[in-house]
């Protein structure tokens, strides 16, 4: 998408709300529940989300999206700002689990290392999270590709919140 079309798309070719299906959680710490909030300020605040399929009366945008689990499948909800559905879909999570389980166990390995590690090695570790994040997020813009189109950012952020609904 050309810078141009984008800044036309800002207004409504994005997540205006997002909601995770508590029932899917099972559990959460507080560092957990900070990357969540923190996750849905920043995709709030700036987000790219244009579906690919035909919504509903042609309804472009902003959306209400629900994330949530449905047999081991991540579910995408997409609703107007009204809280209609216009689309739903499901997404395989079995190219996830190597990437979102290292992830989890270098983000065990990052909050531990706050505690009483030196600011080097707390830097080390937190440029291997980052990095692992980003896979991640690399591979949710390649699984989404076909279905909704999102930036790397947005892509981050969805990744940080499916991996928060995958805790267990």
Avoid at 67 to 94: G, Q, Y
Avoid at 100 to 124: H, T, V, W
């Amino acid at each position: 998408m050309s810078e141009q079309n984008r800044e036309q798309a800002v207004d409504t070719h994005r997540i205006a709300h997002i909601t995770l299906d508590e029932k899917s959680i099972i559990r959460r710490n507080a560092d957990v529940e900070h990357e969540r909030r923190v996750a849905i300020f920043d995709l709030l605040e700036d987000n790219l989300f244009i579906p690919r399929s035909d919504l509903v009366g042609g309804y472009e945008g902003p959306y209400h999206v629900v994330l949530r689990m449905e047999d081991n499948r991540l579910a995408l909800d997409i609703n107007d700002t009204e809280d209609k559905p216009l689309h739903s879909f499901t997404v395989p999570l079995t190219a996830f689990k190597r990437i979102i389980k290292e992830y989890f166990l270098i983000c065990d390995s990052y909050y531990n290392a706050i505690k009483s590690a030196s600011p080097r090695q707390i830097e080390a570790i937190d440029m291997g999270r980052r990095g692992i994040h980003n896979q991640g997020s690399e591979l949710l813009m390649e699984r989404l590709a076909d279905k909704v189109e999102v930036d790397f950012d947005t892509a981050r952020r969805l990744f940080t919140l499916i991996c928060v609904l995958q805790i267990r």
